[in-house]
Structures are given as C-alpha cells and as structure tokens.
C-alpha cells in the first residue's frame, strides 16, 4: 500500500514500498489505516506519473523510441526519392541537396543546443524540437510541384528540430545509468539510427503505394512525433548532470562555452574518434540516398525492370534496403556490444580497436557490392548486409567512447560539437557531392540506361576509400584512449571533492 501526501491509498503497491508525494518528499510504506480513502483517478495518474518518472528504463525506453521517430522521419524522403525526382523535375545532385540541407542545418544548429543542454532544463528542450520538426515534416507535404526551393527550404527547418534530439537525449541516457549498463543502454539507444532509418524506408515506400501519393508518406510519422514528444514531458527526468557519477558529491557549475570548446580540441581520443564518425557518416549518409536508385538502375540494366517515367515508381528497391537496414542495424549493435565487453577483459583499448577492425572490414564488402551489381542483385544485397552489419558496429561504441574521455557537465557540447564535426565532413556533403560526380560523368558521355548505373556506382566508389580512413582515425583514438579516459576521471573526481568540500564548509557556517 502506498500513501499520497493527502492521505489517500493508492492501490497496486507493497506494504515495504515508498511512495513520492505531491509535495516531491519520500514517505514510507503505511500500514492499512481506516481513516484513509480511496484515491481520485486525478491522484492515482499523478502518483503513477511519479513512480513511472522514477524509473530510468522506462525514460531510456521513451528516449529510444524518439530517436527511432527522429531517423524515420529523415529517411521517408530517400525512400520516394525517385518519385520526388518526376514529380519536381530534377537530376541526381538537386535531389542530393534534399539531404545535404538538412544536414546542415542540423549540423549549424547542433552546438547551440549543445551550449543550451548543458544549462537548461533538457527534456523540455527535446520535446520543443519534434513538436517543431512534426509539424514543419506535414508542412512540406503539401507543397506543390512548382515549388521544389521551398520543399528544400522545409527538410532545412526539420534538420533544426531534429538536431536538438541528436545533442542532447543521449546526455539524459549518460546521467541515468554507468559503466556497462550505460553502454547496454546507449547501444540500444543508437540501435535507433539504423532501425528508424530502415522503417523510413518502409514507411515512405508503404505509405506511398497505399495512398497512391508519394506525399503521404510525409504524414505518418509527425503524428508519432507529436506523442513522442509528449511522452518526454510526462515519463523522462532531467536528472542532474553526473549524478551516477559520484556518491555524496555533485559536480561543479558548468564552465563557459569558449573553456569546454578548447578541452575538448585538446582531447585527442574525443578528436580522432569524431573524425572516424565522420568518415562513417559519409559512407552512411550517400548509402542511404543512392543505393535504392542504384539499385533499380542496376535492374534496369538487366532489363528486370522498367525506368519510371509516369505514374507511382517501383518501391521494391526501398523496401528491401529498409529492411536490410533494419536487420543490419539490430546486429551490428548486438555485435558491437557483446564484442566490447569480451574484449575490455582483455584490452582497456577493446572499444576503439572494435571501430577499427570492423570499419576496414566493412570498405571490403562495400567495394564488392559495385563489382556484383551489374550481374547479381542478389549478390549485392549480400554484400551491402555484411558490409552495413561491420558499418554499425560502431555507433554506440563511439557514444560510449565520448562518455569515457568527456566529463558530465561537458557532454552535451561535447556531443553536439561531434555532431557538427561528424556532419560537416560527412553526410552534408556526401549525397551532393555523389549525385554530382553522377552527373558530371554523364554529361561528358551519351546518356543511357547502362550509363546512368555506371555512372553512380563509380561516384559511390568514393565511400569505402573514406572508410578506410575512419579505420585510420580509430586506430589513432587507440593510442590515446588509456590517457584520456585516466584525465577525465581525475578531473571528474576533483570536481566532486571540491563541490563536496565546499558543502560541508556551508555547514559548518550555518552552525
């Protein structure tokens, strides 16, 4: 039995249990009392709010499922990218600045959330930013034909309310929980990016062929956005920043934005691992825009289909690589886990040195994918599953990376500046830059069928060079990783001891 502030039993609770009141104090389990009365269904909801908001999974729950809304919702465009090409009238790098616009205003706005969730009220923060991008994503669905400059203008103004989920809800997840359960957590909490962007592709491509209109498909997931959102208000905390970290301690106010900037420029693993989520980021994000196109082109070369010209285009292509993706993106995190607690037995260095193996790996199979299209699609949906498995290996490991080389009260800035960085140098330029070779490369030869598919695979070609690299950049972060995770907790120690210090000398004064 449990007992609200004003006396009343709240049913559904042992006798050993404590209960929050209304008041925000704890109070202990009651014994059954005759003078107490049944509680209101008003304080029975605000009661069942306070133990629900007690509870981390369930926030971390609620933080996953905005994170799988967020990533649907940036691919269901890439999933009828072929439809918004007919309907708007425009070649291979005019579709690619759909996704590098909104990538860079994600990324531009990526450290002012930073610098704001280190200081404000967090969940208040993320739940602003999906009302803003819900309601701009079913804006832009009735935008007419004539108009694609401000369709681009539209996928902008949702970069910006996504980019507050992407710097700040991870921090929440870091506050919650440690040590392993953290990267348990976190990696489901990153099991989102490849799950909501594969469901992007479903949903944009079922959408699409159930109405029999390409623009539905932006109409769905703002709904769930607008409960998600919802959700964040009611069910997550805003606990405070490294709370889990010390015992009897709270850290010290947070330092200025310029200080926090210069310490993390000094932090070598925090730089190198960056660049290496950058190099990801470009594979990912020219990935996740060409490879259906490419695909269907391949298939048209093999004379298995038929180029859209009119009417709704083929959706196949996009629902079989959401699926991959989905799957893909469940395994490489599982992996990415298991592997990193395996081998942190064996080496302190288990986290980057996974990255690293796993990303050179990776460029393997995605070489092989443009050597077997042209005569196996089924050859190069095998490819494309191992070499995005190896791919997703890494991002909760790089999360968990950041959480161990970066102190509480920097990790907002210190995501959002990772975010900018990973953005900058990778995905914001990566569609752009692959649908402009495409179309370089068939303005120099007679255009045809088999053209426009040599011509983007050779353009996407590019992306296994660049995963190469991310290798070179987690092998880098290996070496310095040791040192960087030792500073980070004597400083987080020293701010506890001093922040402890000074409390027990104001209490002294107040006698």
Known sequence: MCVESDGCDIEGCSSSDEVRTLSGSMSPGLMPSPDLRPCKPGQKFRAALLRYRSMPAVAAGI???????????????????????????????????????????????????????????????????????????????????????????????????????????????????????????????????????????????????????????????????????????????????????????RMRTSTSWIYDIKALLKNRSYMFSSLASAAVSFAIGAFGMWIPIYLFRAQVVQKIAVPCTKGICRSTDSLIFGAITCVTGLLGVIIGFATTRFFRKKTDRADPLVCAITMLGSAIFICIIFVVAKKSIAGAYICIFIGETLLFVNWAITADILMFVVIPSRRATALAFQSFTTHLLGDAGSPYLIGQISDRLQKNYTTSALWQFLSLGYALMLCPFIIVLGGMFFLATALFFLDDKEKAEKQLNQSTHRSSSVKVVSQQEAF
């Open 63 to 249: 933080l996953t499922f905005g994170n799988v809304l967020n990533y649907m919702d940036r691919y269901t465009v890439a999933g009828v990218l072929l439809d918004i090409q007919r309907d708007y009238s425009v070649t291979d790098s005019q579709a690619g600045l759909l996704q590098t616009v909104f990538i860079c205003s994600f990324m531009v706005a990526a450290p002012i959330f930073g610098y704001l969730g280190d200081r404000f009220n967090r969940k208040v923060i993320l739940s602003c930013g999906i009302f803003f991008w819900s309601i701009i994503t079913l804006l832009s669905s009735f935008i007419p034909s004539e108009h694609y400059c401000l369709f681009v203008l539209s996928r902008g103004l949702v970069g910006i309310g996504e980019s507050s989920y992407s710097s700040i809800s991870p921090t929440i997840i870091g506050d919650l929980f440690t040590n392993n359960k953290r990267t348990m957590m976190i990696s489901i909490f990153y099991l989102a990016i490849p799950l909501g962007s594969g469901l992007g592709y479903i949903l944009g491509s079922g959408a699409k062929d159930a109405a029999k209109d390409w623009h539905w498909a932006l109409r769905v997931s703002p709904l769930l956005g607008i409960t998600a959102g919802a959700l964040i208000l009611l069910f997550v905390p805003d606990p405070k920043r490294g709370d889990t970290h010390q015992k009897g301690g």
